[in-house]
């Protein structure tokens, strides 16, 4: 028996939140759960839109759903949301990420639908506004939480940090990860020779790979603040920046301005980050908030030690750092100093790279299609619906 499922997101963009949704999507309709993606396109990318419906998965707009924060428009998007529910009559509605996780769980409720579930591919409780904004949202997100059946974390460390702010029961609560597949990502990885040449790196620089859109969150200025100090230790540094966003001219006119834009590369967005990744020693994730992180899966599976922030659910993909180094948040100094550690030690290198190969499989996408397929099977034995 297959039911119908609606799932909700804001908008599709380039990024671990879209990504995971559709590959979730498309493993839950072979095992009997399927139905569209309602997002606003207005918010959306084309061509991540497209990629999503070239893969077989329906993708219908919400006109009114944004981004920001907006009475009336948060309002009209909710009303839509409704009605959309009145019409398809879903089993089960599937909310992603948080605007879309408050509005598609109040319409839920407000149309008695059976089943919710939310997942927020991370949290906004720390890393993106200031204590009023936060505090808003919290209570926003306690609220919601009444009205779900379960909440899908990315990590261990995802429930907890819910949990700790007064967010849901533990009952309602599974970690599911981000899926990577791994071992198309090896098959698909150059050697690392030619993964340098196409970027116009040096054969013997140690180079240095971040992956991310640019903004504040992701914390790339903190990894440009650092840079100095780790070229001055480790000369042959290269500090690859793999993606695009609104601080990109910030972040090259800081390094110009600490002396270092040398030995900054920036890729601009790329859909792929296979190449880049295959090209360095090393991966950061100087993150101030982080759900998972897809690319430092990415990173571990091709064996790169990784250097992240003890933010979010970091520590967790890196077992508190028995696959790399985890460094206090906003700390460009004790991001250099791993940076550094590992820079001069190809050995340490090299065996906290196989400890990460080993440990990525934890998060493949074979791993979170069966933990979301728990999920699925277990709520809907508890709600009767199979």
Same mark, same amino acid.
């Given at each position: 028996m297959s039911l119908r499922v609606l799932h909700v997101i804001t908008r599709l963009t380039l990024g671990g939140s879209s990504e995971n949704t559709v590959a979730s999507m498309i493993a839950l309709a072979r095992a009997g759960y399927a139905g569209p993606l309602a997002a606003s396109l207005r918010e959306s990318e084309p061509e991540?839109? %497209?990629?999503?419906?070239?893969?077989?998965? &329906?993708?219908?707009?919400?006109? %009114?759903?944004?981004?920001?924060?907006?009475?009336?428009?948060?309002?009209?998007? !909710?009303?839509?949301?409704?009605?959309?529910?009145?019409q398809l009559r879903p089993a089960i509605v599937h909310t992603h990420t948080s605007k879309a996780g408050f509005l598609g769980r109040l319409a839920a409720r407000l149309a008695r639908v059976?089943?919710?579930?939310?997942?927020?591919?991370?949290?906004?409780?720390?890393?993106?506004?200031?204590?009023?904004?936060?505090?808003?949202?919290?209570?926003? &997100?306690?609220?919601?939480?009444?009205?779900?059946?379960?909440?899908?974390?990315?990590? &261990?460390?995802?429930i907890d940090e819910h949990l700790r702010r007064g967010i849901g029961r533990p009952a309602q609560f599974a970690w599911v990860p981000s899926g990577v597949d791994v071992q198309a990502l090896r098959r698909a990885a150059p050697p690392r020779d030619a993964a340098r040449r196409g970027l116009g790196l040096?054969?013997?620089?140690?180079?240095?790979?971040?992956?991310?859109?640019?903004?504040?969150?992701?914390?790339?200025?903190?990894?440009?603040?650092? !840079?100095?100090?780790?070229?001055a230790d480790v000369p042959a540094t290269r500090l690859l920046l793999v993606g695009d966003g609104p601080e990109r001219a910030g972040l090259e006119a800081r390094a110009t301005a600490l002396g270092v834009a040398g030995? !900054?590369?920036?890729?601009? *967005?790329?859909?792929?980050?296979?190449?880049?990744?295959?090209?360095?020693?090393?991966?950061?994730?100087?993150?101030?908030? &982080?759900?998972?992180g897809r690319a430092i899966v990415e990173a571990m599976a091709l064996g790169l030690p990784v250097v992240g922030a003890a933010v979010g659910g970091i520590p967790a993909v890196l077992g508190d750092g028995e696959c790399g180094r985890v460094v206090p948040p906003e700390d460009p100094a004790a991001l250099a100093g791993a940076l550094v550690g590992l820079g001069r030690d190809a050995a340490l290198r090299a065996r906290l790279g196989a400890a990460?190969? +080993?440990? +990525? +499989?934890?998060?493949?996408?074979?791993?979170?299609?069966?933990?979301?397929? *728990?999920?699925?099977? %277990?709520?809907?034995?508890d709600k009767g619906l199979r």
């Open positions: 991540v839109v %497209a990629d999503a419906r070239r893969r077989g998965v &329906e993708v219908l707009d919400v006109p %009114a759903l944004g981004r920001e924060a907006a009475p009336l428009r948060d309002l009209a998007a !909710l009303v839509q949301l409704w009605r959309l529910i009145r059976p089943a919710v579930i939310h997942q927020p591919h991370g949290h906004v409780f720390y890393g993106y506004w200031g204590p009023g904004r936060t505090a808003l949202y919290l209570a926003l &997100e306690r609220l919601a939480a009444r009205w779900t059946d379960r909440i899908v974390t990315l990590t &261990e460390r995802g040096p054969a013997d620089a140690f180079v240095v790979a971040a992956c991310g859109r640019f903004v504040p969150v992701k914390g790339f200025d903190l990894l440009v603040e650092a !840079l100095p100090r780790v070229v030995r !900054l590369h920036v890729t601009g *967005a790329v859909r792929d980050v296979t190449a880049p990744l295959a090209a360095a020693d090393v991966a950061a994730a100087p993150s101030r908030n &982080e759900g998972m990460a190969v +080993a440990r +990525a +499989a934890r998060f493949s996408t074979e791993v979170a299609a069966e933990r979301m397929l *728990a999920v699925y099977d %277990a709520l809907a034995r």
